[in-house]
C-alpha cells in the first residue's frame, strides 16, 4: 500500500506528463501481481468497491478524539480525508511502521466484507497504515482520487512498460478486468497475448493529420473523399454477439449516459461516428451545438427529461465490423456503402450518414471549409478514396483541414507562475476586453491561456509581467491594464459559449495566445460584444 | 513571585521587570537574551545581547560585527544574575546554538523555550527537558493534522527521484539557517556524497557549520560561471525558497522544485506553492512531540506563544493543565 500511496502523492504534485508517465512506468515494474493491476484499476476507474459515506468516517474518528480539536484540524486542512490520515492516531499493537498491507489484500478484504462489518474493517485497516496510506485508502473508498492523470495515460504508461503501442492497450482493455494479470504477464514476456472473451470490445480509431503547409500540393484531388467535420465527440458504436457498447475515442465506455442510442443500436456491426445531439438529416431537423451535447456528456445518470431534451444521436463516418465481419482492410468507399446501406435500416432519429463535400480542386474545398453550410462544422476531414482502416494517425491517408479559429485581441489583466519547467516563469495569463459598466467602459476576463506563444515570447510576457505588477495574490499577480498602458495579445480559440459560471457570461474553447500585439494599445482591444456576436453564429474574423 | 510579575508580554516582546531585560525582542532593546538566530527572534540593534557562543557568531555572520553594543556568551547549564533573576541556558534541539532561557526568581521557574523540536537532529545538541512552573512553548505546528514523518524516509524520497529523473535538477527549497544544513547532512548520512550546489546567501552559514566540525562534504556554488548547465542534471541545489519563484531559478535544466518543511504535511499547501516533491522536514516539534513534552515537564502551567495557539490551548484544557495564549507578535514561522 505504501507504494501505492507514495504514487499517488507523487502523480497530484507533477505537472509534466512525461514525468507522470515516467513515474507510473517505475511503479507497474517494481509492484508485484496483483497490487500493480489494482493500482491500475483504481487510477483509470475501473475499480468496484463499496463505497463509504464521509459519515461514517467522521463517526469513526470522533470514536477517538476530541471534536474540537478535530474541528480546528479539519478548518485548517480543509480536505476530510486528508484530514483524517494526518490526525488518526493507530492504536492496538499493530505496528504500522513496521509491516506494509499490501494494496490487493486490502481490495480482498474490502470486497469480502458484509454491509454491517465495513466499520469495524476500515477501522482496523486504517490502524495498520502510515498516514499516506491513510489517505490513498480514505480517497479510494470514497469515490474519486482526483490526481490529474486520465485513463489513456494510465494506458500509456502499461504500453511502455511492454514497450507496446497505445492501440494493443486499448484494444484489449475492454475485455479484461483488474487485477489485469493477463495483461501484465503478457507485457513482461511471461505469458501469450490475453484472449478476449468479450466480442464488442474497443477497435482503436483511425485519427487524421492536420493539413501542413505543403501537404496539398503533393495529392490529387481525385483521390480523396472530403467530408465535413462535424463538432460533436467522436464515438465508436459495437454490437457484436448480442453486447452493445458506446466508446468514446480514447476507449473509455460512455455506454451508460446514452442509453438512447444503445437502444437505438439494433444492427450487428461495429460502427464510427460523430456524436451529437438535436434531429438527424433524415428527420429534417438542426443539428444542435457542442454545449448542447456537454449536457448529456460527464453525467452519472440520464433523466428521462435530459433524454427529450437533449436528444443524441450518431452521425456515421466509417463501419468497421459488417455483421460480425471484420472489413477494416476493405477501402474507404467501400466501406461507406456498406455503411449507407447499414443505416437505411436504423432509426432515423438516432442514426443518419455523414454526407461527402463534393468539390474538383483545392481552393473549392478551401471556400466551402472557409463558409460551411452548418454552425456545427468545424471543418473538412480529407479521406483516401482505397484507404483501409488502420488504427492510430499515419500521415497520408485522412487529413482533418479546420476552419480558421476565432481571433480577437485582448488585454492582459492577471498573471500566474507556471508548474516544472516554468515555475520561474509567469506563463498562465487571464485576458480580458472591454465592456461598458455604470458608462465606463471597464475591462472584465473572458478567459485563460497558458500556450501558444514560442519561448522568446514569453520571455517578453514574463518581463512585462514583472515590470508592471500592481498586486499579488499568492503565486497569482495583476497586472497595469489601462486604456494607454498595457498589453495586447490576439488570442485564438475555437469556439465560444455562453457560460453562467463566468463573470463575462462566455466561455471559449481553447484559447490560446497566437500573437503579442506590442504594436497595439489596450484601448484599441476588442469589446465583449464582439465576443457575445461570436456565439450567435458569427464568423472569425479570419 | 506570581509568573506573570516575573515575565509578560509587551509590544517589544516577553519582558522581564525584575531583570530590566526582554527574550527575542522585535524591537531594539536595552538588554536583549535571544533563544536562537533566526531573524525574527535575533534583530540587530540592541544595546546588549546575552545569549550562546553560536548564536552570537550567527548574529555577526548575518547582521556584521556591530550588529550590538556590547555582547556576552551565555554557557549551557551556567547560572548567572541578571538584577535579581536568575537566568541559564539550555538546548533547544531547534538549531546551531539554539537554547530555551530558564528565568528564576523567589521560588518561581519560567522556562521559555523559544522554538525548539526533540527529534534527532544531526546539527545541533538536543532539547533538554527542564523543570519549572511555567513552560513556555511554541505552537508552530500545533494541530493534531501534523505528524513529521522519520527524516531518514523523506530524503530517501529525494534521492529516489533523483535516480528517477536523472537528468532534472533536483531545486531543494529550504530555510537558510538549520534546515539547509540538516538537510545536507542528511544527505551525507543517507551516503550521497556527490557535490551539492549551494545558492549565494547559504555560503557563509555553511562555511561556519562546517568550521564548527559539522561535516557537510563537497559544497559548490550554484552558479554557471564557467559551467555547462549540465553539470546541475541529477545534482540537488539548496536554495532559500523564495529563490526558487526567481529568475535565478532559470539556469538549471528542467528542476524538479522541493521544499524542505513542516508545512508540506499538508498536500494543498504543497499544490499552491507549486512543489512537485514535498520533504516533510521540521525544526519545530509536531503535535506528539508537543503534548509529550508538556507532559514530560508537567509544569503547573503552560503558556503558549506564536502559531495555532488555541489547539494547543483546548488540548492542555483536556488534560487538565492550565493554559493559556500569550498573543506575542512580530513571529513568522512561514519560511519554516
Not at chain 1, 486542512?77 to 499493537?93: C, F, M
Not at chain 1, 479484461?176 to 501469450?192: H, I, M, N, R, V
Not at chain 2, 546567501?201 to 554557471?224: F, H, M, N, V, W
Request: charged content about 25%; proline content about 6%.
Amino acid at each position: 500500500m505504501r507504494a501505492f500511496a507514495e504514487l499517488l502523492d507523487r502523480l497530484v504534485l507533477t505537472p509534466q506528463r512525461n514525468a507522470k508517465i515516467r513515474l507510473l512506468t517505475d511503479y507497474f515494474r517494481a509492484t508485484p501481481d496483483p497490487d500493480r493491476g489494482y493500482a491500475l484499476a483504481a487510477i483509470a476507474s475501473t475499480l468496484s468497491l463499496k463505497a463509504v459515506k464521509p459519515a461514517l468516517l467522521r463517526e469513526l474518528i470522533m470514536e477517538r478524539m476530541d471534536e474540537v480539536l478535530f474541528r480546528y484540524s479539519y478548518d485548517y486542512v480543509g480536505d476530510l480525508a486528508e484530514t483524517i490520515s494526518l490526525v488518526w492516531e493507530p492504536r492496538g499493537e499493530a505496528g504500522a511502521q513496521e509491516h506494509d498491507l499490501s494494496l490487493g489484500t486490502i481490495i480482498h478484504q474490502l470486497q469480502s466484507v458484509g454491509r454491517s462489518e465495513v466499520r469495524g474493517l476500515v477501522r482496523s485497516l486504517l490502524d495498520q497504515m502510515d498516514s499516506s496510506s491513510r489517505f490513498a485508502f480514505l480517497k479510494l473508498i470514497t469515490g474519486g482520487l482526483r490526481i490529474g492523470v486520465s485513463a489513456r495515460l494510465a494506458k500509456q504508461a502499461v504500453a511502455d512498460v511492454g514497450g507496446i503501442e497505445i492501440a494493443d492497450v486499448e484494444m484489449l482493455w475492454h475485455g479484461l478486468a483488474p487485477p489485469y494479470t493477463s495483461l501484465f504477464q503478457w507485457l513482461e514476456g511471461k505469458a501469450d497475448k490475453p484472449a478476449l472473451t468479450t466480442p464488442a470490445v474497443f477497435h482503436p480509431v483511425m485519427l487524421a493529420t492536420p493539413v501542413g503547409d505543403k501537404d496539398l500540393e503533393n495529392i490529387d484531388p481525385a483521390d480523396f473523399a472530403a467530408e465535413w467535420k462535424w463538432d460533436g465527440i467522436r464515438v465508436q458504436l459495437a454490437n457484436l454477439g448480442g453486447t452493445r457498447r458506446l466508446y468514446s475515442r480514447s476507449g473509455d465506455d460512455i455506454s451508460g449516459v446514452f442509453p438512447d442510442i444503445l437502444e437505438a443500436a439494433d444492427f450487428e456491426g461495429v460502427m464510427d461516428g460523430e456524436l451529437l445531439v438535436g434531429g438527424t438529416s433524415r428527420t429534417n431537423q438542426a443539428t444542435r451545438s457542442f454545449s448542447d451535447l456537454q449536457q448529456r456528456l460527464n453525467r452519472k445518470t440520464v433523466s428521462s427529461k435530459m433524454l427529450e431534451d437533449y436528444p443524441a444521436f450518431v452521425r456515421g463516418y466509417d463501419l468497421l465490423f459488417s455483421g460480425g465481419l471484420d472489413i477494416r482492410s476493405d477501402g474507404f468507399l467501400a466501406r461507406r456503402e456498406k455503411l449507407a446501406n447499414l443505416l437505411e435500416t436504423t432509426s432515423a432519429a438516432h442514426f443518419d450518414l455523414s454526407p461527402l463535400v463534393p468539390f474538383s480542386t483545392w481552393e473549392e474545398l478551401d471556400r466551402l471549409r472557409s463558409d460551411p453550410p452548418d454552425p456545427v462544422i468545424e471543418g473538412i476531414m480529407l479521406k483516401r478514396l482505397d484507404s483501409p482502416y488502420t488504427p492510430g494517425r499515419a500521415k497520408g491517408p485522412w487529413f482533418k483541414w479546420k476552419r480558421n479559429p476565432y481571433n480577437i485581441d485582448a488585454v492582459l489583466m492577471y498573471a500566474q507562475r507556471g508548474h516544472g519547467k516554468r515555475s520561474s516563469y509567469y506563463s498562465d495569463f487571464t485576458f480580458g476586453v472591454w465592456t461598458e459598466n455604470d458608462g465606463k467602459d471597464t475591462l472584465v476576463p473572458v478567459g485563460k491561456a497558458y500556450f501558444g506563444f514560442t519561448d522568446a515570447e514569453l520571455d517578453v510576457l514574463d518581463r512585462f509581467v514583472r515590470n508592471n505588477t500592481i498586486e499579488r495574490f499568492g503565486p497569482v499577480r495583476s497586472v497595469r491594464a489601462e486604456p494607454d498602458v498595457g498589453f495586447v495579445v490576439e488570442v485564438a480559440f475555437e469556439g465560444i459559449n455562453r457560460s453562467g459560471r463566468h463573470k463575462s457570461g462566455v466561455a471559449m474553447r481553447f484559447p490560446r495566445i497566437s500573437r503579442l500585439r506590442t504594436d497595439k494599445l489596450p484601448r484599441e482591444a476588442d469589446r465583449l460584444e464582439t465576443l457575445i456576436t461570436m456565439i450567435d453564429g458569427g464568423q472569425g474574423q479570419s | 513571585m506570581k509568573p506573570d510579575a516575573l515575565l509578560y508580554p509587551t509590544p517589544k516582546g516577553l519582558f522581564c521587570e525584575l531583570g530590566q531585560f526582554y527574550i527575542d525582542p522585535v524591537q531594539p532593546v536595552e538588554r536583549a537574551l535571544i533563544t536562537h538566530g533566526h531573524a525574527d527572534h535575533a534583530r540587530s540593534g540592541h544595546t546588549h545581547v546575552l545569549a550562546t557562543r553560536e548564536t552570537l557568531d550567527i548574529m555577526r555572520i548575518r547582521y556584521g560585527e556591530d550588529f550590538c553594543n556590547s555582547e556576552q556568551v551565555a554557557v549551557l547549564g551556567a547560572k548567572l544574575v541578571i538584577n535579581g533573576a536568575t537566568v541559564s541556558f539550555h538546548p533547544a534541539g531547534h538549531v546551531l546554538g539554539s537554547a530555551q532561557i530558564a528565568v528564576d526568581a523567589q521560588g518561581t521557574r519560567i522556562v521559555v523555550s523559544g522554538d525548539y523540536k526533540r527529534r534527532r537532529d544531526p546539527t545541533c545538541l538536543p532539547f533538554e527537558p527542564v523543570s519549572c512552573d511555567v513552560f513556555i512553548t511554541e505552537a508552530t505546528f500545533g494541530l493534531p493534522v501534523f505528524h513529521h514523518p522519520d527524516d531518514r524516509h523523506e530524503v530517501a524520497k529525494l534521492l529516489t527521484s533523483l535516480r528517477q529523473f536523472p537528468e532534472r535538477a533536483h531545486l531543494v527549497g529550504a530555510y537558510a539557517l538549520g534546515k539547509a544544513q540538516r538537510v545536507i547532512a542528511l544527505l551525507r548520512e543517507a551516503g550521497h556524497e556527490a557535490p551539492i550546489y549551494i545558492h549565494g546567501a547559504l555560503a557563509k552559514l555553511c562555511d561556519y557549520y562546517q568550521s564548527e566540525g559539522y561535516d557537510l562534504g563537497d559544497l559548490r556554488p550554484a552558479t554557471i560561471a564557467g559551467q555547462d548547465r549540465q553539470a546541475f542534471a541529477g545534482a540537488v541545489v539548496i536554495g532559500p525558497p523564495s529563490a526558487f519563484a526567481d529568475k535565478w531559478a532559470r539556469r538549471f535544466p528542467d528542476p524538479v522544485s522541493i521544499f524542505a518543511s513542516g508545512w508540506m504535511m499538508v498536500r494543498q499547501r504543497a499544490k499552491q506553492r507549486g512543489v512537485e516533491l514535498p520533504m516533510i522536514i521540521s525544526d519545530h516539534c509536531d503535535w506528539p512531540e508537543l503534548t509529550r513534552t508538556i507532559l514530560e515537564i508537567s509544569p503547573s502551567q503552560v503558556w503558549v506563544t506564536h502559531g495555532r495557539e488555541e489547539a494547543l490551548v483546548r488540548w492542555c484544557e483536556l488534560q487538565g493543565i492550565a493554559a493559556r495564549p500569550l498573543h506575542l507578535v512580530g513571529y513568522d514561522d512561514e519560511g519554516e
